[in-house]
């Protein structure tokens, strides 16, 4: 395999899937004394900034023809600024993504749940508890990130009644409007709810027995880069990640080697290249890690109803624990 000559962090999210139906995010923000040193770290390594680009600018004109309302003034090319404050618009309207939420029939074992910060910000999210919950006991929490159209394949699989029973966990499935995303991209396209998601986890870990040594995340498209966003700014935090069908930066690798990751994808993905997910596997061994992966021959951008059909993969994850310091 010939491995691509990827920008390190600037070929940001939004612009990666924007023209496939996933996103990204909107203005940034300065950095908060809560966020890791690890990702100030990484911004200054990566000289991050809003300077255009040729790869960028290619994925704006191709994104024109899926957001042509973004347009503002009409002239056939659409800027960052412009997309910007388009995907602002779509957050402050409250828009949800086409499949946002949980079937009705999922609705007898998760929680409707909204959590609300100190500075007002809304993220409403959905929460399965552990059958037969006994506060007496410590469970595992599986945060669950939903891809581009607001599904998450995860978060039904564990609801899987044979699951339930052989494992009793919380599973935590936040859900980010359009023009919300899971993490900080460059440039900055969409609001950046992971702050949020880590508080809801916060209160959760006070309001129920959680075993912090058993955090795990996992994610499909959108998801999967957002899975990897978490575990790079939060590398001490998650005993496992399981990101399917995305994108990780192979430069940021050495942050998150010592994580145990099982990475996933469809060798004929169209929306995100499978090219992705295998050199972030080599930038993985390559830091020290020793990651898994499982590459489906033939299978498109839907990698999610295999990888979450494995029982091996649940298996394992549920093995998986933060050692004792």
């Known amino acids: 395999m010939t491995r691509n000559n990827l920008r390190s962090i600037a070929l940001p999210l939004f612009l990666t899937v924007l023209v496939g139906g996933c996103e990204s995010t909107k203005k940034a923000k300065p950095l908060t004394e809560t966020e890791s040193s690890v990702e100030q770290t990484i911004r200054q390594e990566h000289h991050l900034s809003d300077e255009p680009t040729s790869e960028n600018d290619e994925r704006l004109r191709r994104g024109l023809a899926k957001y042509p309302r973004a347009d503002i003034n009409g002239d056939g090319v659409l800027t960052l600024s412009e997309i910007r404050a388009y995907m602002a618009k779509q957050r402050e309207a409250g828009k949800r993504r086409g499949t946002a939420g949980l079937a009705a029939d999922f609705r007898r074992v998760f929680e409707d749940r909204q959590y609300v910060s100190r500075d007002g910000e809304r993220l409403r999210y959905d929460l399965m508890k552990p059958k037969n919950y006994d506060q007496g006991k410590k469970y595992t929490l599986v945060l669950c990130l939903h891809g581009g159209g607001g599904s998450t394949r995860a978060a ?77 700014r939060n590398p001490g935090m998650f005993a496992a990640a ?8 192979p430069a940021e690798a050495k942050y998150i080697a010592k994580i145990p990751i099982w ?17 972030m596997f080599e930038a993985l061994k390559k830091a020290g890690g020793n990651p898994r992966y499982t590459e489906y021959e033939g299978v498109g951008h839907n990698s999610w109803d295999k990888a979450y059909a494995t029982d091996e993969l649940w298996a394992w994850l549920f093995a998986q624990r933060k050692k004792d310091k």
């Open 156 to 232: 039904r699989v564990l609801a899987n009644a044979t699951l339930r029973v052989k494992y009793p966990c919380f599973v935590l499935a936040p859900e980010a409007l359009v023009g919300e995303t899971w993490g900080k991209h460059s440039p900055q396209i969409m609001t950046d709810v992971q702050p949020l998601v880590l508080e809801i986890i916060e209160t959760l870990k006070s309001e129920f027995s959680i075993d912090t040594r058993r955090l795990y995340i996992t994610g499909q498209s959108m998801g999967g880069f957002g899975t990897y966003a978490f575990i790079t």
């Open 263 to 279: 990475i996933f994808h469809g060798d004929k993905d169209r929306l995100v290249s499978v090219d992705y997910s295998r050199d």
């Open 242 to 249: 399981v990101p399917v069908c995305g994108r990780g930066d």
